[in-house]
């Protein structure tokens, strides 16, 4: 069983976080089986950005990242104190060691600068959300960050994406590095992605 650990900052976009839970759900359930998502945060109860409460199946305090295939993590907004958890020095060292064993770190948006500020993406291309009247490239880029205009940017073990519309693609992408391309089409045939 492949043991996905989907790592949750307080202020973090449910619609980025799902794509995950989904996907990995219907795999477990409708594909080949051999995917498991646990949900972790570093409090018991978060608040998503737009207010309903979650509780996470594991604080960041009681995982053995050893024990994890991959990591995923969904942005968030910075009126909700998204970035409070996302720099967080234990949220930022969960992606450390990820990146360090080598295993694939998926994110969606804005959480790409949760990777630059773990220094994992220093001279590595990427990407974040990308609309022009955000600032979010500019500062990726001031984390030495090679920053691409595309839609989703991968860069060895690391996936990055421009906005929340890319999370179901990034989400299958990770499933189909995880399991296989026939796996991902038969998975996304039965949630009705033609």
């Excluded at 500020?117 to 500062?139: C, D, E, F, N, W």
């Excluded at 984390?143 to 691409?148: H, I, N, P, S, W």
Aim: charged share 20%; glycine share 8%.
């Amino acid at each position: 069983m492949k043991k996905v650990l989907l790592l949750l900052a307080n202020g973090f976009e449910a619609v980025e976080a799902s794509v995950f839970t989904d996907v990995f759900g219907w795999n477990k359930f409708e594909g080949d089986g051999t995917t498991d998502l646990v949900t972790v945060g570093l409090h018991s109860t978060l608040t998503c950005t737009w207010n309903f409460t979650v509780t996470p199946e594991m604080l960041v305090s009681d995982i053995n990242v050893k024990e994890f295939d991959a990591l995923a993590i969904p942005g968030g907004f910075e009126e909700a104190h998204f970035y409070e958890d996302a720099f967080d020095e234990r949220f930022l060292q969960v992606i450390r060691e990820f990146n360090k064993m080598g295993k694939p770190i998926a994110s969606i948006c804005v959480a790409a600068l949760s990777l630059g500020k773990s220094g994992i993406l220093k001279g590595r291309k990427a990407t974040t959300y990308s609309h022009p009247s955000s600032v979010r490239k500019k500062q990726l880029k001031e984390m030495g960050v090679l920053v691409q205009d595309d839609y989703i940017v991968v860069d060895k073990n690391v996936i990055t994406s421009s906005n929340p519309s890319t999370g179901f693609d990034v989400a299958f992408l990770l499933l189909e590095i995880l399991t296989s391309t026939k796996n991902v089409n038969q998975v996304k045939e039965l949630m009705g992605f033609h």
